[in-house]
């Protein structure tokens, strides 16, 4: 029988002040570190059940150090094998080899004997922002680098939880808090240009029998509109597993989560416009209170006279680039606005695998 389920950051931060500390205390006294949960993992984002528990969770906690520290990681690593408890919490702090076969995941074993597989990293936090983002911390980012930051490993680096800072974790991922001023008009404004280019799309393909299409087109309308929600309320989006969890924590998710829901559900067109309308009309008005760009109509309007209801025919796109004045993110935005990494792909090993960001800068500068 498993133990009562904790969540993962509570677990965490307790593993780390009553198992770990006390042993770098003991064992490293002068050590600088911090100690943090951050990263993957479904408890980093708070949405972490009792199903979550069957691989790569459990105790663990992740220690930062100054470079000048680094030679001292295998030495900690072997202390907290050689002395962590085999439990905790009546969790077992010992974990399986990663799996080659199966992504790298670990799972929990129960031990009462021999070295702890603990999974306490260390590494410094250049080492960890390098990692997530194929970036050197020390440098500061171009436009072209925020666009090219998916937006999910930007969120695994303001996720989680400090529980211990000697070294300044807190302010170096506070550098990565949100985009600049232009590179957020900048995004803003291809997400009204999605909207704008398919809104029409999803009526016009009911029209002519073909629900299935329209469908479809209803759901990327729905999860742009969701994407802009995020944008307006300045908080970067989850890997999709958990999109629409988060969406519901935002200020608008109460009342658009019913709305976009029943557009999604929605057998026909007409009715799927009836419920996406509304949401369109709140866009409107939230594009309205941030005050970026001169007031614009709050109501949907005709497609050219035919029956389809549509909002972006009001300009929110080109109000929002008119309102740049950095000359890098200028040249970008005159280029075809295909937006962030996140705005024109979900493809999951794009999104995942940051050795492909270099690549994805080129797009940002024209030939």
């Known amino acids: 029988m498993k133990p009562k389920f904790i969540p993962g950051l509570q677990l965490c931060g307790d593993f780390y002040r009553q198992a770990v500390r006390p042993l770098l205390l003991e064992h490293f006294p002068n050590l600088a570190h911090s100690a943090a949960l951050l990263g993957e993992g479904s408890e980093v984002l708070g949405f972490d059940t009792a199903m979550s528990r069957d691989h790569h969770w459990g105790p663990r906690v992740m220690l930062f150090v100054q470079e000048k520290d680094l030679p001292q990681a295998a030495?900690?690593?072997a202390t907290l094998a050689q002395n962590l408890p085999y439990r905790f919490c009546g969790y077992s702090t010992h974990f399986s080899e990663p799996d080659?076969?199966?992504?790298?995941?670990?799972?929990?074993?129960?031990i009462d004997t021999g070295p702890i597989n603990?999974?306490?990293?260390?590494?410094?936090?250049?080492?960890?922002?390098s990692e997530q983002l194929a970036f050197d911390p020390a440098d500061t980012p171009s436009p072209a680098d925020w666009l090219s930051f998916p937006s999910q490993r930007l969120q695994t680096l303001l996720a989680g939880a400090i529980y211990h800072d000697d070294i300044g974790l807190a302010d170096l991922r506070a550098r990565f808090a949100w985009y600049p001023r232009d590179v957020w008009l900048y995004l803003l404004a291809a997400g009204w240009a999605r909207l704008a280019q398919e809104e029409h799309l999803m009526g016009r393909a009911g029209l002519v029998g073909d629900e299935v299409g329209s469908a479809l087109l209803g759901s990327r309308l729905v999860?742009?509109?969701?994407?802009?929600c995020f944008l307006m309320e300045k908080k970067y989006t989850p890997y999709p597993k958990w999109f629409g969890s988060a969406f519901k924590r935002l200020d608008c998710g109460p009342q658009l989560y019913p709305t976009l829901k029943n557009a999604l559900s929605a057998r026909t067109w007409r009715t799927r416009q009836k419920h996406l309308i509304p949401a369109y009309e709140f866009l409107a008005r939230k594009h309205n209170a941030l005050g970026l760009t001169a007031p614009l109509p709050e109501q949907t309007c005709l497609f050219w006279g035919r029956p389809f209801q549509v909002i972006g025919f009001h300009g929110f796109s080109g109000a929002l680039l008119a309102q740049i004045t950095d000359p890098q993110v200028k040249a970008i935005a005159a280029l075809p606005l295909i937006g962030s990494l996140d705005q024109f792909s979900d493809n999951t090993d794009l999104l995942s695998n940051p050795s492909w960001r270099e690549k994805i800068r080129e797009l940002y500068h024209a030939s």
């Open 118 to 129: 603990h999974r306490v990293t260390i590494q410094s936090p250049r080492q960890f922002i």
């Open 223 to 228: 999860r742009d509109v969701m994407n802009l």
């Open 75 to 77: 030495a900690i690593r």
């Open 100 to 110: 080659p076969n199966d992504n790298g995941v670990q799972h929990l074993r129960e």
